[in-house]
């Protein structure tokens, strides 16, 4: 059986990179298009993150309750898990000392008693759905 060649592929693939260099983005400079495509990519991002966090304390809490703790979110909060996402996902031993401090936390979460910890739990997440609703209350004048 004889072997197809793969240059009309490769030559296919050749004219789509010569289209994709000759395509212009939205401004000539190419450090500018960097930038607008990394805001419009981590935007994306979190707004279907927090339709993930939305839906997944939904099964728990009402919609709103739901919605109203995504929203309390502190800055600090954000930032914090930012970078542990960044630590974790950049190494091994970064991914190792996450996952260590993760398991840690849970561990001691369970020494203390399940009804201590879901209690302390639940304080913490009303507290947050609180901040929430304050953020999305309009504002009176």
Do not use: F, W
Request: hydrophobic letters at 40%; proline letters at 4%; aromatic letters at 2%.
């Amino acid at each position: 059986m004889a072997r197809k060649s793969r240059r009309p592929v490769a030559k296919a693939l050749d004219r789509a990179g010569e289209a994709i260099k000759d395509t212009p983005g939205a401004s000539p400079n190419p450090m500018t298009n960097l930038l607008l495509t990394d805001v419009i990519l981590r935007g994306g991002g979190q707004i279907m993150r927090h339709a993930v966090e939305r839906t997944l304390l939904g099964t728990r809490y009402s919609k709103d309750k739901a919605k109203n703790i995504v929203k309390g979110r502190s800055m600090m909060q954000t930032m914090v898990g930012t970078a542990l996402a960044r630590i974790a996902t950049r190494s091994v031993p970064g991914a190792i000392l996450v996952g260590g401090g993760m398991l840690a936390k849970t561990l001691y979460d369970r020494s203390k008693g399940q009804a201590a910890a879901k209690a302390e739990g639940a304080r913490k997440v009303n507290e947050q759905a609180v901040e929430g609703r304050k953020e999305s209350d309009p504002i009176v004048t």
